[in-house]
Structures are given as C-alpha cells and as structure tokens.
C-alpha cells in the first residue's frame, strides 16, 4: 500500500510583542518577524500578522499550490509596514520566483520604491492593502503570470504609478482598486518587449477601478 503524505495547513503568528524562538502557532507565542514567518510557512499555510509596525519581507523560498496558497493576512487595523524588506532594501513586501501566495490587508507606506513588489511569479494575489506615498509605485509587478490585484488603494506614488504591471506576463486580472494623487498614471501596464518575452500582455481583465 503506497500512502501519500497529508499536507497538515499550519496558521502562524506574528506580533510586536512576539519572539522567532518561540513557536508561532498562537498569540501568546507569536514569532516577532514578518521574515522569519516568510521563511518557515510552506504550502498551506497562513501567516496571522497582528497590529502594529514591521519591518517588511521577502517570500521567496517557499510556494503554495491552487489548493493550498502561502497566506499572508493582517489580522487587525493597522498592519504597518515601516521599513523595507532587508532582501533589497527598497520594496516593502517582496514576492519573489514563488507561485500562489496571497498578501492582503497590509499597509506599506513611504518605501523607497515600491510599497509592494512581485516579479517572476505565478498566481500571486494582492488584495485589500493600502499603499501610500512609496517612492516610485504603490503595486509593481514583473513577469507576474495570472497576478490578481483586486480591492487595494494605491495613492501619492512620489515618482510614477499607483500600479504598474509590467512586462509579457499574461493574465493579470486588476480589478476594484482605488488610485488617486500618484504622480503618473493611477494604472500603467506596459508590456516592455526590451525587457524579454513577447512585449504583450495577453488576456488581462481590468475592470471596476476608481481612478482620478
């Protein structure tokens, strides 16, 4: 009898008040880390980020699948993102070479490019964050296949735009978001055939955005 291994979903914690010595599967024992919660959550998994100021992170190492994404949600109102990542030191949240990892719900204000980045990625969700005031865009994507980027509000980018999907990855779907005061476009997508691939972004779905 051949038995395949049981995926058991695990939900972690992360708070101000937490440790990464500790086990993460509860408040009382939350890691302290939005990176070491990145670094230890596989398919299946969720990351319960609770209130108050972090530094960002990079999901980079680990990928969820269509049955069981890599969840990274704020809990409670606000969950700040304060300083970037420590992977490039310019974006807040960085997804990364990954597939099927959702983030919602975060805050990533004034990052010296962009609030929150995914590039050469598939299936990755970014949904009911606010993005304010970042250095050059509030959402970029990079050859990101199949992005959703549904219910986020991206205002007062400093250099460029609210959202930018960029490059010849296909199927993005970009819908519900709210865009105002950016100093560029509120949504730019480009498919920048300089850069690689075909220079066509085929089959996006962009609709109900509030842009002005």
């Known amino acids: 009898l051949l038995l395949t291994p049981f995926l058991h979903a695990t939900t972690y914690h992360v708070a101000t008040t937490g440790s990464d010595s500790n086990d993460g599967l509860d408040l009382p024992t939350a890691w302290a880390t939005l990176q070491y919660a990145a ?41 700040l993102i304060s300083s970037p990542c420590a992977y490039n030191g310019l974006d807040g949240i960085n997804v990364e070479n990954v597939s099927w990892v959702v983030i919602e719900g975060f805050h990533v204000n004034n ?33 990101a296949e199949n992005v959703l980027i549904e219910h986020n509000t991206c205002t007062n980018s400093q250099d460029e735009h609210g ?19 950016n100093n560029a476009n509120g949504l730019h997508m480009n498919g920048d055939a300089s850069m690689g691939g075909d220079g066509v972004i085929s089959n996006a779905r962009i609709h109900g955005n509030t842009v002005f």
């Not at 969720?46 to 969840?71: C, E, L, R």
């Not at 962009?114 to 865009?137: M, Q």
């Open 163 to 181: 959202i930018y999907v960029s490059n010849s990855a296909d199927a993005p779907i970009v819908r519900y978001n709210t865009l105002y005061g």
């Open 111 to 143: 990052m010296p490019r962009a609030g929150i980045r995914t590039a050469v990625s598939d299936h990755v969700t970014l949904r009911y964050n606010v993005c304010d005031g970042n250095g050059k865009w509030g959402i970029l994507t990079g050859f």
């Open 39 to 79: 670094d230890q959550a596989v398919a299946g998994d969720s990351v319960v980020v609770h209130g108050g100021a972090y530094q960002g992170f990079a999901a980079m190492y680990h990928s969820g699948t269509a049955a069981d994404p890599i969840v990274f949600t704020a809990s409670t109102f606000p969950v």
